[in-house]
C-alpha cells in the first residue's frame, strides 16, 4: 500500500470544493452511495457521474453520464470503478478539467501508468485509500470502537 503523509492528505480534502464521483451509485446500501452522501453533508458539492443514471436527481445534483457533461470546474475526481477502467478516467479528467488539482482511486483501485500521467500534469494521486475514511480520521471525527457515522440510535 502506498504510504501518504497526513499533513498531505489533510491539504488536499481542506483545499477540495468540488467532487465528480465517478461511479456513484443510487443505492443506498453501496459504499459509493454513502461516501458522496458524506462528502456532500461535510460541505464539499459533490457531481455524481454515472451513465446508468443519468438525469437522475442525487444529492441535489443532477447524475452525468459522463465526466465530459460536466461544464463546471472540478477539484477532485473521486473514481469508484475497477482498476482497468481508471485510464479512461484519468485522461477524459485530464482532458476535461485544465484546472484539476486530485485523482483520488478508491480503496481497491489502482494503476501506476495512469497515476503517473496524472502525476506528470502535476496533478495530485491518492490510490486505495476512501477520502470519507481520510477526512473521518484526520479531522477527529473517529470514535473509541470504530466509525462516527452520522446515525443516531434510540435507547434500547
Known amino acids: 500500500m502506498t504510504y501518504y503523509p497526513d499533513p498531505h492528505l489533510k491539504q488536499i480534502l481542506t483545499r477540495t470544493k468540488v ?3 465517478v461511479g456513484v ?4 446500501v453501496r459504499p459509493s452511495y454513502y461516501v458522496a452522501r458524506y462528502l456532500g453533508i461535510k460541505g464539499f458539492r459533490v457531481i455524481p ?5 443519468v438525469g437522475k436527481e442525487l444529492f441535489g ?3 452525468r453520464g459522463s465526466l465530459s457533461d460536466v461544464s463546471e470546474p472540478v477539484d477532485m475526481v473521486d473514481i469508484f470503478r475497477r ?6 478516467i484519468v485522461e477524459e479528467s485530464l482532458a476535461q478539467f485544465p ?3 486530485t ?3 478508491q480503496i481497491g483501485v489502482e494503476h501506476a501508468e495512469a497515476a503517473a500521467q496524472a502525476e506528470a500534469r502535476g496533478v495530485d494521486v491518492i490510490q486505495n485509500r476512501c477520502p470519507k475514511i481520510e477526512y473521518q480520521r484526520l479531522f477527529g471525527e473517529l ?3 470504530g466509525f462516527a457515522t452520522g446515525v443516531i440510535s434510540s435507547k434500547l
Not at 25 to 28: E, F, I, Y
Not at 83 to 88: G, K, T
Open 19 to 21: 467532487i465528480a464521483v
Open 25 to 28: 451509485s443510487m443505492n443506498p
Open 49 to 53: 457521474v454515472n451513465p446508468g443514471h
Open 61 to 63: 445534483e443532477t447524475v
Open 83 to 88: 482498476s482497468e477502467a481508471v485510464p479512461e
Open 99 to 101: 484546472r484539476l488539482r
Open 103 to 105: 485523482i483520488w482511486m
Open 143 to 145: 470514535r473509541m470502537g
